[in-house]
């Protein structure tokens, strides 16, 4: 594990880690794979699951994007980043650094929740072989788990306005939601899941025709005791995307020996000797 400094295209710099078999050959690398977190998770939850892909033959990349984790160097109210430009900075220069590496081995773009939600808008996403997402949806309230559907119109009209309001950035430790995110992060988030078509329905134009166009091969991973997103959720991001060669996969917990999976359970460590190899391996082909 190398730690390495992304430098985005606006002269930004964020904090990542690389992953690389020890004692393999350049030529024997199956493949090098960049892990996009989820909203407000560290590229720290990730590490076990990057352990792992190396030891299977794979290069592995994570990273924290502008105000989170590592990539973190002022206090959070100073942030003026929103998720598109997570996605057309950050997630860029993580994908670029992978694009630099010397090697011919395919690419993967593994995205947890909004890191498969907006790969679209990554710059050169199409010298990507495949995408994998987990646990990706698009966070439309009224089509969310029935658990939290009920909490959220408490949240988005009271709960997130008013405490990140008061604090100049959203302090989800304090309140045990999400995670502590920049204040433009949120206010574009909740657009978002307001909105029956996600980003799709509130950004530009430009935006939309992404997401119609994009034309690499996906692969969507999720789970029915998902406490956050719903099937529908899963399926109606799946739509925005315009690939022709798509597919969703619902898994149930009990199909795969598992009691409890849920939005965040896939990367934990308990999972590497089934789940990983079961539902991951397959897909890097």
Not at 101 to 115: F, K, M, V
Not at 216 to 245: Q, W, Y
Request: net charge neutral; with cysteine; proline share 5%.
């Amino acid at each position: 594990m190398q730690a390495v400094t992304l430098n985005t295209i606006n002269n930004v710099s964020i904090q990542g880690y690389w992953f690389t078999p020890q004692g393999l050959d350049a030529k024997f690398i199956k493949g090098k794979i960049v892990i996009a977190s989820a909203m407000g998770v560290s590229q720290a939850y990730y590490q076990p699951i990057a352990d792992w892909l190396t030891e299977q033959g794979f290069c592995v990349l994570t990273f924290d994007c502008s105000g989170i984790g590592e990539s973190k160097d002022k206090h959070l109210k100073e942030y003026q980043c929103n998720i598109l430009d997570w996605a057309t900075q950050d997630y860029s220069a993580a994908l670029q650094f992978v694009l630099d590496t010397d090697s011919t081995s395919p690419i993967y773009w593994l995205g947890h929740s909004l890191g498969g939600q907006v790969f679209p808008l990554v710059h050169n996403i199409e010298h990507v072989s495949k995408v994998i997402t987990v646990s990706s949806g698009t966070g439309y309230w009224k089509h969310n788990a029935p658990a939290l559907r009920k909490k959220a119109p408490l949240f988005w009209y009271f709960i997130m306005p008013i405490a990140t309001s008061l604090f100049g950035y959203f302090p989800g430790k304090r309140i045990g939601m999400v995670g502590d995110l920049p204040k433009q992060v949120m206010y574009q988030w909740r657009r978002w899941c307001l909105h029956p078509n996600y980003c799709v329905g509130v950004e530009s134009e430009s935006v939309k025709a992404k997401f119609q166009q994009i034309d690499v091969p996906l692969v969507s991973i999720s789970f029915t005791d998902d406490e956050m997103l719903s099937l529908t959720n899963m399926r109606d991001l799946h739509a925005l995307f315009g690939n022709k060669n798509k597919q969703l996969k619902n898994v149930h917990p009990k199909d795969v020996g598992e009691k409890r999976i849920g939005h965040l359970g896939f990367f934990r460590e308990t999972f590497k000797d089934n789940l990983w190899p079961r539902l991951l391996l397959s897909e890097f082909d």
